[in-house]
């Protein structure tokens, strides 16, 4: 038992200590357009019109914006706030990969896209892939069992304009369930 024991020990510490680069999956971001194929009528749940109408779509236009700006020059940074990974980083996808890992269709401007809570979804596009949540998710698809799992990397108190975060009352203006029956 003993042995073993420490053999399992081994091999988790052999784990930990490779680079974590030589496990990174190289998926593509496809962009919301690509998404949106299979995602945008009635009765497959209109997830492209409710994403399109909420502020998430213009998360990387607010970057853009003088008053982004000024909040990243008060904290310190000398870059333009849609320039800033700093901010990038809860505004946008995609400005932290290869650009070979861009789709034709991905844009930046979009914002919090599909991809950014859903994964890059170079792999599991697919038909015959999203019919099944187990092979989504081998393919790189991010389901967790826990909603509120989605939000709270973005919506915390580092952001510069956080102002405290109600999952139930924020997660009604989002949500974009596939009808039942
Ligand atoms: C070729 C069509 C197609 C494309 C393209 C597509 N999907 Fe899907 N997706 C489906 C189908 C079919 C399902 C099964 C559920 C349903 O009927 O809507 C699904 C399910 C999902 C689910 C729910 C998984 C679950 O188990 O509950 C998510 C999340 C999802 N897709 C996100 C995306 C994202 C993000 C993209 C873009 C990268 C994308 N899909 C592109 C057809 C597609
Ligand atoms: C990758 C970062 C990120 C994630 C993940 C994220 N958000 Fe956001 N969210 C933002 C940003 C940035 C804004 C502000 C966009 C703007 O004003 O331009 C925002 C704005 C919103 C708004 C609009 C605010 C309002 O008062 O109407 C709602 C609602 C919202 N998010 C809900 C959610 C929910 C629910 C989740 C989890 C399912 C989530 N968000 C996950 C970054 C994120
Ligand atoms: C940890 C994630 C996170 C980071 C980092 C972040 N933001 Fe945001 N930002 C958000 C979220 C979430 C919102 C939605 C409102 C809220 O809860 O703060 C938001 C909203 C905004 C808004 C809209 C103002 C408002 O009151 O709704 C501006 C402007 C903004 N951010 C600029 C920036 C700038 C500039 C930076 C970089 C210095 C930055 N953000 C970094 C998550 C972030
Ligand atoms: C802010 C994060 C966020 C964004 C942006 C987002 N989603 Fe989702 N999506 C979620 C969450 C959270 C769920 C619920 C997962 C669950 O039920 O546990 C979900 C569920 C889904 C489902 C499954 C619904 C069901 O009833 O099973 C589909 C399909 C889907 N999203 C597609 C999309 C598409 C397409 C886009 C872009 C147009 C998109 N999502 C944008 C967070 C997001």
């Known amino acids: 038992m003993k042995k073993l024991f420490f053999v399992v020990v081994l091999v988790v510490a052999a784990y930990l200590v490779m680079p974590s680069t030589s496990y990174a999956q190289p998926y593509g971001y496809e962009g919301t357009q690509v998404c949106a194929m299979c995602h945008k009528t009635e009765k497959q749940g209109q997830q492209l019109k409710i994403w399109q109408e909420s502020l998430h779509a213009k998360a990387f236009k607010t970057l853009q914006t003088p008053e982004a700006d000024k909040i990243a020059a008060e904290k310190g940074f000398s870059t333009k706030a849609a320039e800033t990974k700093d901010c990038l980083k809860c505004h946008a996808s995609g400005y932290d990969v290869d650009k070979k890992l861009l789709g034709s269709k991905f844009k930046i401007e979009d914002g919090i896209q599909c991809e ?3 994964g890059p979804g170079s792999a599991y596009k697919p038909m015959a892939v999203m019919k099944s ?6 393919k790189g698809m991010v389901f967790y069992e826990d909603k509120t799992k989605y939000c709270t990397d973005c919506h915390n108190s580092e952001s510069p304009t956080f102002k405290g975060f109600n999952f139930e009352e924020m997660y009604k203006k989002i949500e974009h369930n596939v009808p039942k029956g």
């Open 116 to 118: 950014t809570c859903h």
């Open 133 to 138: 949540r187990e092979e989504s998710i081998k």
